[in-house]
């Protein structure tokens, strides 16, 4: 089997993207992991979160420093009952790929996709690149351009 973060480049390629993937052999399977590795703001960590409503899975790309409000992402979908977190399995018949490496783009079929308004307020976000140990650095821009997203309000406040 490839290794993940070669499926994930060349996904990415298939999107018209080079990224940059960087490896830490110390992890960077949650989004205080990547920060510490990489050496940035836990706010710049986009964490790939796998949620499931009422017309199945979709992504919400939520900042590393935030959480994503289930109450808020329903309303978004125009749910009526409230959506759930995937479960391991789910996320990864819905994304190609293992909870934390999931990809914000480059999976095998089309997911809707939520994009954290606050990812857009930095300059560069760093995203997982397939396996629990790569991140590769985007812009926002490039991030919801590449991921088909749209930008809401969708963190749990206070
Ligand atoms: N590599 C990092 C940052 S780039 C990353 O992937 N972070 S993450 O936040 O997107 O992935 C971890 C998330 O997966 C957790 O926040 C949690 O929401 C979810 N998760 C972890 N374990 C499980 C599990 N067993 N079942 C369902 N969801 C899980």
Redesign the pocket.
């Given at each position: 089997m490839a290794d993940a973060v070669e499926r994930f480049e060349e996904a990415a390629r298939a999107l018209g993207s080079a990224v940059a993937v960087r490896r830490f052999p110390e992890g960077?399977?949650?989004?205080a992991?990547?920060a510490a590795a990489i050496g940035c703001g836990v706010g710049q960590?986009?964490?790939?979160?796998?949620f499931v409503g009422d017309g199945g899975a979709f992504l919400a790309l939520?900042s590393?420093s935030n959480r994503a409000d289930p109450a808020r992402l329903a309303l978004l979908l125009g749910d009526t009952s409230p959506v759930r977190?995937?479960?391991?399995e789910e996320?990864r018949e819905a994304t190609g790929f293992a909870?934390?490496?999931?990809p914000p783009f480059g999976h095998p079929r089309h997911l809707r996709v939520f994009v954290d308004r606050d990812l857009m307020a930095h300059p560069g976000v760093?995203?997982?690149a397939g396996t629990?140990d790569?991140?590769f650095p985007i812009s926002p821009q490039d991030l919801l351009r590449l991921s088909g997203g749209h930008v809401v309000d969708l963190k749990v406040e206070g």
């Open positions: 960077t399977r949650t989004a992991d990547a960590i986009v964490k790939s979160l796998v939520t590393g977190k995937a479960t391991a996320a909870i934390g490496g999931t760093w995203a997982a629990p790569s991140v």
